[in-house]
């Protein structure tokens, strides 16, 4: 595993952004955690726009939450490995089901403890943030996921079905 940082994206990560996106495609995934809706986005000038105004809390649009999105990226060469994204605080949905934090890996560069290094940085940023009580939910059956939230030190809260009959699992990490 090589040293990662967290990067604010900006437009000089445009083409590997689009290659990690088109990556998750190649392997089936059209859905990509934690990179507040890159996959659905018209340009990633429009992503960086909508980044910018969602961690604002000035800017950011009632339905949403002020939000932190970042690159973690490799130190020595700069690729990108995976993503993470940090909401300040709760509204009903993301207590509900979605929690503080969402991050993904590219797949390529999954099973390297790649994931576990990431929630720990993005941590670290809660910590700058002084959000130090973090809900992180994810399916029972993403073992990849719940590993990386427990290697993180969080403590099952709870469970429950949700309404794609999937169960649903909610953990807190206080810092
Ligand atoms: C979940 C995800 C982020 C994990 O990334 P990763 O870099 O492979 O995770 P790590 O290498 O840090 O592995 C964490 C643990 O999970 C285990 N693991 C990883 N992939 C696994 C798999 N497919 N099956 C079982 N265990 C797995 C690792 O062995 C490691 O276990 P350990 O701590 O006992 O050594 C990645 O699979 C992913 O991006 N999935 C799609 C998006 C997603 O599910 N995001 C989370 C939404 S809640």
Known sequence: MNELL?????????????EYMQEH???GELVLH???LLEKTDTYDDWL????KTNNPQTTDPNWVTASTFFAVERVDKKIVGIIDIRHYLNDFLKGYGGHIGYGVRPSERRKGYATEILRLG???CNTINLTHIMLACYKDNTASVKT???NGGKFEKEFEYTDGKTVQ???ITL
Do not use: M, T
Request: proline share 3%; aromatic share 12%; charged share 20%.
């Open 6 to 18: 967290l990067c604010s994206p900006n437009k000089e990560h445009e083409k590997q952004a689009l």
């Open 49 to 52: 726009i909508h980044l910018e």
């Open 170 to 172: 909610v953990y807190w």
């Open 25 to 27: 495609f190649s392997v």
């Open 34 to 36: 934690g990179a507040s």
């Open 149 to 151: 939230i427990v290697n």
């Open 123 to 125: 941590l670290e940023y």
